[in-house]
């Protein structure tokens, strides 16, 4: 098992779903920023303040329909510069 202590709270992510999604879905991820990529997909990037917002994240995503292509930690803005 890998070791997350390291991990800080709140936690970055950033998913990628299926499609284009229209700028009024911005409020079902109100945390998030949605950018539309080249490639057809929607970049959901954000913070949660625990692993239970971040279930409840996904579980927004899968009741909305959506395809989810991928799920990535992201560092706080600033840390990679460390």
Same mark, same amino acid.
């Given at each position: 098992? @890998?070791? *997350?202590? #390291?991990?800080? +709270? /709140?936690?970055?992510?950033?998913?990628? +779903? $299926?499609?284009?999604? /229209?700028?009024?879905? #911005?409020a079902?991820? !109100?945390?998030?920023i949605? *950018?539309? =990529?080249?490639?057809? *997909? *929607? !970049?959901?990037?954000?913070? &949660?303040?625990?692993?239970?917002?971040?279930?409840?994240?996904?579980? @927004? &995503?899968? $009741?909305?329909g959506? +395809?989810? %292509? #991928?799920? =990535?930690? %992201?560092? /706080? /803005?600033? @840390? =990679?510069?460390?």
């Amino acid at each position: 098992m @890998k070791d *997350t202590s #390291s991990r800080q +709270v /709140p936690a970055g992510y950033q998913l990628r +779903v $299926d499609g284009h999604l /229209p700028g009024h879905w #911005s409020a079902w991820f !109100s945390e998030f920023i949605l *950018t539309h =990529e080249s490639d057809g *997909t *929607t !970049s959901l990037r954000g913070f &949660v303040p625990d692993q239970a917002a971040l279930h409840g994240l996904l579980t @927004k &995503v899968r $009741d909305l329909g959506l +395809v989810l %292509i #991928s799920l =990535e930690a %992201i560092e /706080p /803005p600033g @840390k =990679e510069d460390r």
